[in-house]
Structures are given as C-alpha cells and as structure tokens.
C-alpha cells in the first residue's frame, strides 16, 4: 500500500512558476508509474505528466507545451512537477498518483491517490 502526499501548490501571478511535490510512503516510488493530474471546477480530471508510464519515457499531455518538467528524487522518494509559464487555464487541484510500472496515464489505471494541492493562477 502506497500513501501520497502532494504540496507545493498555492497562488502564483500569470507567467510563473510553482513546483509540486509528490512524496510517498508505505513503498518506494522507483517500483511505480507516477503521474500527474489535474481537475478544474466543472471538467474531468486529465493527465499532466507521468514517468514510468507506457513505454518508460516521461510523457506530458498536449496543453503542457513545454512548459512543465516530471522528475524523480530516489533519495526523498518523491516525485516532482516542475511548472513553468503558467496561465490561468492552469488552474485546477493537481493530483499525484501511482500505478504498476508501464501503466498508461489514465484515471482509471491509477492504482494510489494523493488527496491533491490547489494551484491557482491569477493577477
């Protein structure tokens, strides 16, 4: 059994930059998938980033652009979203999840969820 904890969200101007964090307990991350969600009030949760996913390479969904970065620190057992050029279309609570490695980064193949961090993007 895994437990998640997502931080690092908060409240940022148009154009900058927050980095989240996904620490997990219970099991090492370096045995999951670990991906990123996101949901916005009134719309579907949807994928952000995932590594460990399908075939093992970081993946990022289209709208990213870019603009974010997944990464891994074996040491704090942590999973990172690094998110830069934000806008407020980025707003939404940012989830971190976990599944069997090489899973795909859908909502339903997510096997462990963090309770989620609020971003918010706003002048």
């Known amino acids: 059994q895994v437990q998640l904890v997502e931080s690092g969200g908060g409240l940022v101007q148009p154009g900058g930059s927050l980095t989240l964090h996904c620490t997990a307990s219970g099991d090492t991350l370096a045995a999951y998938a670990v991906a990123w969600f996101r949901q916005a009030p009134g719309k579907e949760r949807e994928g952000v980033s995932c590594t460990l996913c399908s075939d093992g390479a970081s993946w990022y969904a289209a709208f990213v652009q870019g603009r974010f970065s997944i990464s891994r620190d074996g040491g704090k057992n942590t999973v990172s979203l690094r998110m830069s050029g934000l806008g407020p279309e980025d707003t939404a609570v940012y989830y971190c999840?976990?599944?069997?490695?090489?899973?795909?980064?859908?909502?339903?193949?997510?096997?462990?969820w963090g309770q989620g961090t609020q971003v918010t993007v706003s002048s």
């Open positions: 999840a976990a599944a069997p490695r090489y899973s795909d980064p859908y909502v339903n193949d997510m096997h462990y």
